[in-house]
Nanobody, 124 residues
Framework: QVQLVESGGGLVQAGGSLRLSCAAS????????MGWFRQAPGKEREFVAS????????YYADSVKGRFTIARDNAKNTVYLQMNSLKPEDTAVYYC?????????????????WGQGTQVTVSS
């Protein structure tokens, strides 16, 4: 079993930055594929970004490319999402997710393990 705990959400003005963190515990973290998803009010949950076990391969949703960066520190069992140039439409609950089944599994909207979510609110 894998436990995921997010932190770093909050309220920020448009154009600002936030960094989300997700600490993992339980089974072997270093071989997990990690990802971030988000769900805005009244909308379905959507894929944001993913990173493979080594950190060498990343994927992003078109809506965040060039603004968000996913990274991981396997020594700290932590994955990060650096969010820059935030827009009001980035407002959502952000969820950390993990799987051993590869990045495609995450990109398709699935994961085996989920965090509890952290709220990000971007004011205009």
């Amino acid at each position: 079993q894998v436990q995921l705990v997010e932190s770093g959400g909050g309220l920020v003005q448009a154009g600002g930055s936030l960094r989300l963190s997700c600490a993992a515990s339980g089974r072997t973290y270093s071989t997990l594929y990690m990802g971030w998803f988000r769900q805005a009010p009244g909308k379905e949950r959507e894929f944001v970004a993913s990173i493979n076990w080594s950190g060498g391969t990343t994927y992003y949703a078109d809506s965040v490319k060039g603004r968000f960066t996913i990274a991981r520190d396997n020594a700290k069992n932590t994955v990060y999402l650096q969010m820059n140039s935030l827009k009001p439409e980035d407002t959502a609950v952000y969820y950390c997710a993990a799987t051993y089944s590869g990045s495609s599994y995450l990109k398709s909207g699935h994961a085996h393990y989920w965090g509890q979510g952290t709220q990000v609110t971007v004011s205009s």
